[in-house]
Structure formats: structure tokens, C-alpha cells
């Protein structure tokens, strides 16, 4: 038997944790489906689905089957040895996508290290050190390791921690002629998120992916998507480059793929992945059974015509109502993103008050997210009940109304 737990508060953060996040005032103990509570029993619905990880909701009886199923099985063996359930994730992926090969690490930033430094690999085995540019698109956002932070164009993450990783250009997204002009033989990526997330659910242009994929070709440059937020379901399509048709060399996925288990890949070719050979690169906890077990629920769920479908489906409900609720109370306008990734652009009154939308849904019992301060997220499960979306919108509209009119 484990000892009783000891009772905590919100107010025990501040004395124990590191302040890099300021969370709610409340703290969240069980969740079911889409909904959550917390610990004075307060019933929320959650749009926030983790920050676009809990991809089919919260405890779905598959997945808890499958984690415990394993959990009696076999947690951990390293890289020393391989497993089954990475065996037949690798196998699930690389037969539903444009992938020959899998890498496994744990989380969305080391996807996307991994991503490039297979890419600078290549370059520098192909072609040598002086091909070892990565082109990125301003206001992306890659994860927060240093590598990463570094190709996100965003200074507010990447300045103050010293010399950054050189031969990193940033170039405005969807600006194919800005991209024209910057890439050379010198560039060995191109990395670009399909939908921008964090920087406000920006979807790219089709000809600005068509175009892209051209340019990298033409310099012998490879194609990196992340799709660590767009990926899996979330958009509608099990990856998000199979809606525009634009194959990319290697691709990122993290949030989704474990449903709210830590887990991450990035899948490439047999070609490009010969360039990770033995020992260039690796992770302890990579490929862990429990993760892959996970994994491996998720897609079988996921990667189904009435999961994705179903997607596009509460897609239309979630824009219709979203686009009512803005025209009568003027606090948004325009809904952008696809399938359930959901953006509400503020209007010009409301620029960078997002943070308080947010506040006001959480007193209406409604967990929903920004992307930037000037765009309120909606990532929910997508497999949300039509009667949650709209109970949660109902919530959502009454904190918009009590917004606009407190002024
Ligand atoms: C969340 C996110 C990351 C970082 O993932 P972590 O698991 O937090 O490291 C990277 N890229 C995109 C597009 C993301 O949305």
C-alpha cells in the first residue's frame, strides 16, 4: 500500500515549483471525455484538450486499457534493446504515411532536434560543412530546447541564454518570394509549420507549400514539417501535408501521437534515415513500451474515416457558432485553422487581451487556450459529443457577453 497523499493548494506552486508557468487558480484531479474536475468538484468542459495533446479526450478506455495492459508488461528497456509496441507503431506509421522510417524521443522539441540535425547530417555527408543553413519561417515556434528556439524566429524564447546556434535564417511565412531570395545552395532545410499554432493558428498558403517544396529541390534542400501540433487527426487528415499534397523528407509529430502520453517520432525516408547510423543520435527513454503502447491505441482510433471525418464535421459546428457569437459581440472576427486547431482573431479593441478571454471562460467552467495574446485556441478532443461543444459554447458566449459588457 502507498502511503496517504499529502493535501496540496495551488499556493504550494510558488513554494515548490519553478516559476516559468503561472497555471489557474484551480487545480484540475480527474477528467472524463471532455470534461474535468477539479478539486472542489467543480465540473469544466475542456476545448483545451491539453494544449492539442489529448486527442481523444480525457481517459478514453482504450487508451487507459492499453497503457495498463502494458504497465503490467514491460515499462522500460533502452535502445540497448528493441521492443514490441515501438515495432508496431513504426510499422502503423510508416504504412499510413509517406515514411519508410521512424525515430522515437519524447517530446515535440526533440522531434524537432532530431529533425535537424538529421537534416544537417545529410548536407554535411552529401554535400560538406558549408550546406548546413536552415531557412525558418518568423513567428514559428519549434519547441524550447536551444537548437530549436534558435530556428523559431521568435527572440522572446531564443534571446538571453548566450551565443545561439549559427546558420539559422528566418524569412516571413508565406512569402514564397522572400524564400526565393534567401535560399542557396548553402541551405540544407527548410522547416515550416503547416498551420503556425503557437503564433496564432496561421494555415499555410497551398501555392506557399507547392512553391517551397519546388525551391528546396532545386537547391538540394530538405523539407522539414512540423506537424507536431497539426499532426495526427488534429486537422482532419492524419497529417496535415496530406490535405495539400506537398510531401515533406522528414516530419515531426509529438502532442497528439501519445493522446497525453509523452511521446514523439519523426518519419523520413529509408534514404535519408541511413544518415543516422549507428550512434549518431539517440535518447535513453526513446521508443519507451508504455509510450509506444499508447501510441499505438491513439492511430488505430485516430486514422479512421469516422474519427477524421467526424473532425471536419465538429470543425463546421465549432466555426458557424464561433463566427455568431463574434459578429453579435464584436470581440473576434475572423475563425481560422482546420478541422478542431481553431483560432479567434481579437478585434482591434480587444488586441492582446486574449489572457482575459481566457479567465473569463475559466469562470464560466470552460477550459479553452491562446495562441499569442491576440487570438483565442481551440484544441479540443476530436471526438468531443456534439453536446459538449455545445454546453461549452453556450459557456463561452456567456463569458464573452459578461466581457463585452463589463467594457
Ligand atoms: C508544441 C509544439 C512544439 C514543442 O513540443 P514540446 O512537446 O513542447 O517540446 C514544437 N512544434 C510545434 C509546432 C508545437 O506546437
Known sequence: MSAPHVPVKRADFDQVMVP??????????????????????????????????????????????????QAGQLWHVSNVFTNEPALRLAQKLVNATFA????????????????????????????????????????????????????????????????????????????LAALEATISDKTCAVVLEPIQGESGIRPAEQAYLEGVRKLCDKHNALLIFDEVQTGVGRTGDLFAYMHHHVVPDILSSAKSL??????????????LAGYFSVGVHGTTYGGNPLGCAVGGAVLDIVNTPEVLNGVKARHEIFKTRLQQIGAQYGLFDEIRGRGLLIGAQLTEGWLGKAGQVLAAAEKEALMVLQAG???????????????????????????????VNQG
Do not use: M
Open 20 to 69: 516559468n508557468y503561472a497555471p489557474a487558480a484551480f487545480i484540475p484531479v480527474r477528467g472524463e471525455g471532455s470534461r474535468v474536475w477539479d478539486q472542489s468538484c467543480r465540473e469544466l468542459i475542456d476545448f483545451s484538450g491539453g494544449i492539442a495533446v489529448n486527442v481523444l479526450g480525457h481517459c478514453h478506455p482504450r487508451l487507459v486499457e492499453a497503457l495498463t495492459e
Open 100 to 175: 519508410e522510417r521512424v525515430f522515437f524521443c519524447n517530446s515535440g522539441a526533440e522531434a524537432n532536434e532530431a529533425a535537424f540535425k538529421l537534416a544537417r547530417r545529410v548536407a554535411h555527408d552529401r554535400f560538406g560543412p558549408e550546406k548546413h543553413e536552415i531557412i525558418s519561417a518568423l513567428n514559428s515556434f519549434h519547441g524550447r530546447t536551444f537548437f530549436t528556439v534558435s530556428v523559431a524566429g521568435q527572440p522572446k524564447y531564443s534571446d538571453g541564454f548566450g551565443p545561439k546556434p549559427q546558420g539559422i535564417t528566418h524569412v516571413p511565412f508565406n512569402d
Open 373 to 403: 495574446p491576440d487570438v483565442v485556441r481551440f484544441a479540443p478532443s476530436l471526438v468531443i459529443d456534439e453536446a459538449d461543444i455545445d454546453e461549452g459554447l453556450n459557456r463561452f458566449e456567456r463569458a464573452v457577453a459578461r466581457l
Open 258 to 271: 501519445g493522446g497525453g502520453f509523452p511521446i514523439a517520432s519523426i518519419l523520413t525516408t529509408q534514404e
